[in-house]
C-alpha cells in the first residue's frame, strides 16, 4: 500500500541522475530490474570518475608533486568515507579489493593459513553465493577442514535451530550472508554472530546485497569481517571492501607481495607494511575507490531509510503483481525480504524455461535476471535448474513493475 512517505519520495527526479536509465533497448524504453547482478551509476559517480583522469590523475602513496597528493588525498578520503557508512572503529581497518570474490577469498587465504587446522569446522549456508562457498571448500581441502552446511527451509530463511547445532566448540569461522542474492531472504546476523562468538568462532558476513538496500553498522552487528562490492551499490565494477578488525588484521599475513605492502625489503628479509597497506599490494584501483566514495555519498544523499521504504513499497507491488498473473511460483518467501523476487513461469502448456523469459522480457526492453545466480546448490534445494529473477533499486517504478508484468502475460501466451 502506497503510504505518504513513499509518494514524498521522488523517484522521478532521481532518475534523470543516471543516464543510462533514458536508453532505449530493441525500440523499447529500458526497465532495468537487474540490480542483484550490477547497479546502474550516477552522473555523480561518472563525473567524479571524469573529473580524476581530468585533474589528478597519478598514483598515489608514492609521489611528492601535486598530482599525487591530490590522488592520495580523494582516495583517503573515500576510504573515511567507507568507515563513516558501515561505521567502522577506524579507517584502517577498510581495506581496498576488486570485489566481494577477492575480500572472501583474502580472509580465507590469509586467516585461514593462520587460524585454521585439521579437523577444524567452518560454517557456511545452503543459501551462499558461490564465492562464499569455493574459498572455504579450498580452504578445508588444504587444511583438512570440515564444511558444515545451515540447511533453508521452504520459506527460504536459515534453520536456525539447526545452525545453533551446527555451532561446536571445533567451529572456527562462519561465513554468511546478510541477505541472499536469490530469494532476498534478510538473514538475522546480528543472532547469527552472538551465537558464533558464544563458541569463540570468528564471523564473516558477505554484504554484497545488503549494502545498497540497508543501513549496516559493523560494529554494532559485532562483525569481525565485513566485505561487500562497489558495484552493487551504485560505484565502479573492480572496486571492493573488506571490513576486518584491526587486531584481526595486524595479526594476519599479507594476501599478495609487491609495492606499497611493505616497510622495507632487503634480499635478506622484508618487513611488511602496516594494515590496511599490508593488504593492498601494487597500484590501486585509483579512479574506482574514489568513484566508490562519490556513491556511498550519493546514497547518504538520500538517506538508506527512505530507500528502504521505497524499495519495500516496490517489493510488495510486485509480489502481488506476480500472483495476480497466475502461473508464477514464487522462490524465496521469507517474512523479512529485501527487493529481490526468483519465479517461476509457466504457460497453459507447462512450465516455461527463464532463459526463454529472459530472452523474450528483452525483446520488451525489460532487463531481468535468469540462470542459477552462482547459487547451485540453493537450486537444487528447491528442486529447479534456474529462476527469473528481478532486483529492484531505488530509481525503480510501480509503472516498470507494470511493463514486466505485460512482458510476462506476453510470454505466456506465446506458450499458451
Known sequence: MTTASTLDFDVETLRKDFPILSEKVHGKPLVYLDNGNTSQKPRQVIETIDRYYRAMNSNVHRGNHFLSQQATAALEAARRTVQTFINAAE???????????????????????????????????????????????????RKKAVLQVVPVNDDGELEMDEYENLLTDRTKLVAITHISNTLGTINPVKRIIDLAHERGAVVLVDGAQSVPHLAVDVRALDADFYVFSGHKVFAPTGIGVLYGKAKLLEAMPPYHGGGAMISSVTFEKTTYNEIPFKF?????????IIGLGAALEYVNSIGLDAIGEHEHDLLGYATEALETLGGVRIIGTAREKASV?????????????????????????????????????????FGVPATCRASLAFYNTREEIDTMIRALGKVQKMFA
Open 341 to 381: 523476487i526468483s519465479f517461476m513461469l509457466s504457460g497453459a502448456s507447462g512450465a516455461i524455461h527463464p532463459h526463454d523469459v529472459g530472452t523474450i522480457l528483452d525483446n520488451e526492453g525489460v532487463a531481468i535476471r535468469t540462470g542459477h545466480h552462482c547459487t547451485q546448490p540453493l537450486m537444487k534445494r
Open 280 to 288: 593492498e599490494a601494487g597500484t590501486p584501483h585509483v579512479e574506482g
Open 91 to 141: 579507517d584502517r581497518e577498510i581495506i581496498f579489493v576488486r570485489g566481494t570474490t577477492e575480500a572472501i577469498n583474502l580472509v580465507a587465504f590469509s586467516f585461514g593459513e593462520l587460524d585454521i587446522r585439521e579437523g577444524d569446522e567452518i560454517v557456511i549456508s545452503a543459501m551462499e553465493h558461490h564465492s562464499n562457498i569455493v574459498p572455504w571448500q579450498m580452504l578445508c581441502a
